[in-house]
Protein backbone atom coordinates (compact mmCIF):
# COMPACT_ATOMS: atom_id res chain seq x y z
CA UNK A 1 0.00 0.00 0.00
CA UNK A 2 1.62 3.09 -0.76
CA UNK A 3 0.30 6.69 1.04
CA UNK A 4 0.44 9.91 -0.53
CA UNK A 5 0.90 13.30 1.41
CA UNK A 6 0.49 16.79 -0.20
CA UNK A 7 1.89 19.86 1.27
CA UNK A 8 2.17 23.66 0.36
CA UNK A 9 6.07 24.35 -0.05
CA UNK A 10 9.12 22.88 -0.57
CA UNK A 11 10.38 22.88 2.62
CA UNK A 12 7.49 21.20 3.81
CA UNK A 13 7.90 18.51 1.83
CA UNK A 14 11.91 18.06 2.32
CA UNK A 15 10.70 17.55 6.35
CA UNK A 16 7.68 15.26 5.14
CA UNK A 17 10.19 13.16 2.71
CA UNK A 18 13.61 12.95 5.20
CA UNK A 19 12.69 9.44 6.42
CA UNK A 20 11.40 6.46 3.80
CA UNK A 21 9.08 8.64 1.72
CA UNK A 22 9.47 9.59 -1.90
CA UNK A 23 9.59 13.10 -3.17
CA UNK A 24 7.09 13.27 -6.51
CA UNK A 25 8.38 15.80 -8.93
CA UNK A 26 7.42 15.05 -12.70
CA UNK A 27 6.82 10.75 -11.57
CA UNK A 28 8.32 9.45 -14.49
CA UNK A 29 10.57 6.93 -12.24
CA UNK A 30 8.15 7.56 -8.63
CA UNK A 31 5.56 6.40 -10.53
CA UNK A 32 6.52 3.96 -12.24
CA UNK A 33 8.31 2.01 -9.68
CA UNK A 34 4.95 1.95 -7.80
CA UNK A 35 2.82 0.50 -10.99
CA UNK A 36 5.48 -2.14 -10.94
CA UNK A 37 5.16 -2.91 -7.40
CA UNK A 38 8.68 -1.86 -5.87
CA UNK A 39 8.59 -2.56 -2.50
CA UNK A 40 11.07 0.28 -1.38
CA UNK A 41 7.98 2.99 -2.52
CA UNK A 42 5.59 3.06 0.35
CA UNK A 43 5.00 6.87 0.85
CA UNK A 44 5.07 9.46 -1.61
CA UNK A 45 5.24 13.29 -0.80
CA UNK A 46 4.02 15.86 -3.47
CA UNK A 47 3.37 19.85 -3.58
CA UNK A 48 0.03 21.10 -4.04
CA UNK A 49 1.10 23.37 -6.40
CA UNK A 50 4.74 23.94 -8.22
CA UNK A 51 4.36 26.87 -10.75
CA UNK A 52 6.31 28.75 -8.98
CA UNK A 53 9.23 26.51 -9.29
CA UNK A 54 8.82 25.82 -12.72
CA UNK A 55 10.11 29.53 -14.16
CA UNK A 56 13.00 30.07 -16.30
CA UNK A 57 14.59 33.32 -16.71
CA UNK A 58 18.04 35.35 -17.25
CA UNK A 59 20.19 35.74 -14.35
CA UNK A 60 22.97 38.19 -15.07
CA UNK A 61 25.65 36.45 -16.92
CA UNK A 62 23.67 33.12 -15.86
CA UNK A 63 20.32 31.54 -16.53
CA UNK A 64 18.27 30.24 -13.61
CA UNK A 65 15.76 27.36 -13.77
CA UNK A 66 13.15 26.26 -11.82
CA UNK A 67 13.62 22.72 -10.76
CA UNK A 68 9.87 21.64 -10.90
CA UNK A 69 10.84 23.07 -14.62
CA UNK A 70 10.02 20.37 -17.00
CA UNK A 71 12.15 19.46 -20.24
CA UNK A 72 8.65 20.43 -22.16
CA UNK A 73 9.26 24.04 -20.81
CA UNK A 74 12.85 24.20 -21.40
CA UNK A 75 11.75 23.43 -25.05
CA UNK A 76 9.58 26.27 -24.91
CA UNK A 77 12.00 28.96 -23.29
CA UNK A 78 14.06 30.92 -25.44
CA UNK A 79 16.07 32.19 -23.12
CA UNK A 80 18.05 28.16 -22.90
CA UNK A 81 17.65 27.16 -26.36
CA UNK A 82 21.11 26.23 -26.11
CA UNK A 83 19.47 23.26 -23.88
CA UNK A 84 17.01 22.42 -26.20
CA UNK A 85 19.02 19.16 -28.13
CA UNK A 86 19.58 18.20 -24.95
CA UNK A 87 15.95 18.26 -23.70
CA UNK A 88 15.30 16.72 -26.92
CA UNK A 89 17.15 13.07 -25.88
CA UNK A 90 14.46 12.92 -22.85
CA UNK A 91 12.01 10.48 -23.97
CA UNK A 92 9.06 11.06 -25.99
CA UNK A 93 7.17 14.30 -25.56
CA UNK A 94 4.54 12.78 -22.84
CA UNK A 95 8.27 12.08 -20.84
CA UNK A 96 9.15 15.78 -21.65
CA UNK A 97 6.00 16.62 -20.78
CA UNK A 98 6.23 15.43 -17.11
CA UNK A 99 10.41 15.27 -16.41
CA UNK A 100 11.43 17.71 -14.45
CA UNK A 101 14.90 19.27 -13.76
CA UNK A 102 15.15 18.98 -10.72
CA UNK A 103 14.22 15.32 -11.26
CA UNK A 104 16.73 14.56 -13.66
CA UNK A 105 20.13 15.43 -10.73
CA UNK A 106 18.50 11.79 -8.71
CA UNK A 107 17.80 9.97 -11.82
CA UNK A 108 20.33 7.16 -12.01
CA UNK A 109 21.77 5.54 -15.36
CA UNK A 110 20.65 5.12 -17.91
CA UNK A 111 18.82 8.36 -17.61
CA UNK A 112 20.01 11.42 -15.84
CA UNK A 113 21.14 12.85 -19.02
CA UNK A 114 19.92 16.45 -18.96
CA UNK A 115 22.34 16.67 -15.04
CA UNK A 116 25.71 15.79 -17.47
CA UNK A 117 24.78 19.27 -19.31
CA UNK A 118 23.44 20.72 -16.38
CA UNK A 119 27.29 19.75 -15.05
CA UNK A 120 29.31 21.21 -18.02
CA UNK A 121 27.25 24.10 -17.21
CA UNK A 122 28.45 24.78 -13.66
CA UNK A 123 25.56 24.18 -12.32
CA UNK A 124 24.85 26.05 -8.99
CA UNK A 125 21.79 24.65 -6.79
CA UNK A 126 19.35 26.57 -4.04
CA UNK A 127 18.08 24.12 -1.75
CA UNK A 128 15.03 23.48 -0.08
CA UNK A 129 16.79 24.53 3.76
CA UNK A 130 17.79 28.40 1.84
CA UNK A 131 21.62 26.90 1.51
CA UNK A 132 23.55 26.92 -1.68
CA UNK A 133 25.96 24.06 -3.33
CA UNK A 134 27.32 23.29 -6.93
CA UNK A 135 26.19 20.35 -8.31
CA UNK A 136 29.32 18.35 -8.28
CA UNK A 137 29.18 18.03 -4.48
CA UNK A 138 25.38 17.27 -4.26
CA UNK A 139 26.27 14.24 -6.52
CA UNK A 140 28.81 13.09 -4.59
CA UNK A 141 26.33 12.81 -1.57
CA UNK A 142 23.54 11.83 -3.73
CA UNK A 143 22.38 8.62 -2.27
CA UNK A 144 21.95 10.00 1.10
CA UNK A 145 20.86 13.95 0.07
CA UNK A 146 17.48 14.57 2.05
CA UNK A 147 17.59 18.40 1.04
CA UNK A 148 15.79 19.35 -2.02
CA UNK A 149 16.84 21.29 -5.10
CA UNK A 150 14.66 24.36 -5.53
CA UNK A 151 16.58 25.91 -8.26
CA UNK A 152 19.48 25.57 -10.68
CA UNK A 153 21.62 28.13 -11.60
CA UNK A 154 23.60 27.70 -15.10
CA UNK A 155 26.32 29.76 -16.98
CA UNK A 156 24.89 31.01 -20.39
CA UNK A 157 27.42 29.66 -22.89
CA UNK A 158 28.31 31.65 -26.68
CA UNK A 159 27.84 31.04 -29.15
CA UNK A 160 28.83 27.29 -29.72
CA UNK A 161 30.62 27.00 -26.46
CA UNK A 162 28.61 24.09 -25.30
CA UNK A 163 27.87 20.72 -26.89
CA UNK A 164 25.78 17.85 -25.63
CA UNK A 165 26.01 14.07 -26.85
CA UNK A 166 23.90 11.07 -26.09
CA UNK A 167 25.36 7.66 -27.41
CA UNK A 168 22.70 5.20 -27.85
CA UNK A 169 22.76 1.55 -28.80
CA UNK A 170 18.95 2.14 -30.27
CA UNK A 171 17.91 5.16 -32.38
CA UNK A 172 16.27 7.15 -31.78
CA UNK A 173 14.87 7.18 -28.38
CA UNK A 174 17.05 4.68 -26.74
CA UNK A 175 18.31 5.14 -23.01
CA UNK A 176 21.85 6.54 -22.90
CA UNK A 177 25.14 4.28 -22.88
CA UNK A 178 27.06 6.93 -22.21
CA UNK A 179 26.34 11.05 -22.54
CA UNK A 180 28.95 14.06 -23.05
CA UNK A 181 28.45 17.97 -22.22
CA UNK A 182 31.02 20.55 -23.33
CA UNK A 183 31.49 24.06 -22.04
CA UNK A 184 34.36 25.31 -23.79
CA UNK A 185 34.81 29.50 -23.35
CA UNK A 186 37.57 30.37 -25.41
CA UNK A 187 40.11 33.42 -25.59
CA UNK A 188 42.25 34.83 -27.96
CA UNK A 189 40.71 31.47 -29.86
CA UNK A 190 42.53 29.52 -27.09
CA UNK A 191 40.35 27.79 -24.56
CA UNK A 192 40.17 28.60 -20.97
CA UNK A 193 38.52 26.97 -18.58
CA UNK A 194 37.02 24.06 -20.30
CA UNK A 195 34.08 21.71 -18.36
CA UNK A 196 33.57 18.32 -19.31
CA UNK A 197 31.08 15.76 -18.17
CA UNK A 198 30.15 12.15 -18.51
CA UNK A 199 27.10 9.80 -17.61
CA UNK A 200 27.68 6.56 -17.51
CA UNK A 201 31.14 6.96 -16.94
CA UNK A 202 30.86 6.73 -12.73
CA UNK A 203 27.80 6.33 -10.56
CA UNK A 204 27.03 9.39 -11.29
CA UNK A 205 27.46 12.37 -14.11
CA UNK A 206 31.04 13.46 -13.55
CA UNK A 207 33.56 15.64 -14.25
CA UNK A 208 36.49 14.38 -17.06
CA UNK A 209 38.59 16.88 -14.84
CA UNK A 210 42.52 15.27 -17.21
CA UNK A 211 41.05 16.08 -20.22
CA UNK A 212 39.63 19.27 -19.06
CA UNK A 213 43.29 20.29 -17.56
CA UNK A 214 44.59 18.88 -21.05
CA UNK A 215 42.64 21.37 -23.18
CA UNK A 216 43.71 24.87 -21.06
CA UNK A 217 45.08 27.32 -23.61
CA UNK A 218 44.91 24.96 -26.70
CA UNK A 219 43.14 25.31 -29.80
CA UNK A 220 39.77 23.90 -30.79
CA UNK A 221 41.07 21.89 -33.67
CA UNK A 222 42.67 17.82 -34.33
CA UNK A 223 45.96 18.71 -32.44
CA UNK A 224 44.42 20.84 -30.02
CA UNK A 225 42.40 18.28 -28.49
CA UNK A 226 44.69 14.93 -28.83
CA UNK A 227 45.81 15.66 -24.91
CA UNK A 228 42.16 15.84 -24.13
CA UNK A 229 41.46 12.69 -25.83
CA UNK A 230 44.45 10.80 -24.22
CA UNK A 231 43.45 11.58 -21.04
CA UNK A 232 39.64 11.63 -21.76
CA UNK A 233 38.99 8.53 -19.17
CA UNK A 234 41.71 8.89 -16.73
CA UNK A 235 40.35 8.94 -13.34
CA UNK A 236 37.10 7.78 -13.93
CA UNK A 237 35.40 4.46 -13.06
CA UNK A 238 32.90 3.13 -16.07
CA UNK A 239 30.67 0.50 -14.71
CA UNK A 240 29.35 -2.57 -16.07
CA UNK A 241 25.70 -3.19 -17.02
CA UNK A 242 23.23 -4.36 -19.33
CA UNK A 243 23.94 -1.89 -21.61
CA UNK A 244 27.50 -2.09 -22.23
CA UNK A 245 30.72 -3.10 -20.32
CA UNK A 246 33.20 -0.66 -18.59
CA UNK A 247 35.71 -1.52 -20.66
CA UNK A 248 33.72 -0.81 -23.80
CA UNK A 249 32.57 2.56 -22.25
CA UNK A 250 36.66 3.07 -21.50
CA UNK A 251 37.45 2.27 -25.25
CA UNK A 252 34.75 4.37 -26.85
CA UNK A 253 34.80 7.51 -24.91
CA UNK A 254 37.85 9.23 -26.45
CA UNK A 255 36.11 8.57 -29.47
CA UNK A 256 33.26 10.18 -28.92
CA UNK A 257 34.66 13.40 -26.81
CA UNK A 258 36.28 13.81 -30.02
CA UNK A 259 33.33 14.45 -32.35
CA UNK A 260 31.92 16.45 -29.31
CA UNK A 261 34.82 18.65 -29.31
CA UNK A 262 35.20 18.66 -33.13
CA UNK A 263 31.66 18.64 -34.36
CA UNK A 264 30.86 22.13 -34.07
CA UNK A 265 27.64 22.55 -31.45
CA UNK A 266 25.31 20.19 -29.73
CA UNK A 267 24.47 17.11 -31.32
CA UNK A 268 20.86 15.29 -30.78
Do not use: C
Not at 42 to 62: E, P, W
Not at 146 to 173: C, H, N, Q, T
Amino acid sequence: MVTVTTVDTLQEAAASSAGQAVFLGGGTLVMRSVNYGEQAVSQIVRLRSAAALRGIRADGARILIGAAATMGDILRSSDVSFLHPVARQVGGPAIRNMATVGGNIFAPHPYGDFAVALLALDARLHLSDGSETDLESLLASRDSERRLVESVSIVRPSGDDFRFRKVSRVKPKGVSVMSLAAWLPRSAGRISGARIAFGAMAPTPVRARAAEAALEGAALDETGVSGALSAATQGLNPPDDGLASGWYRSQVAPVHLKRLLLGGGSRP
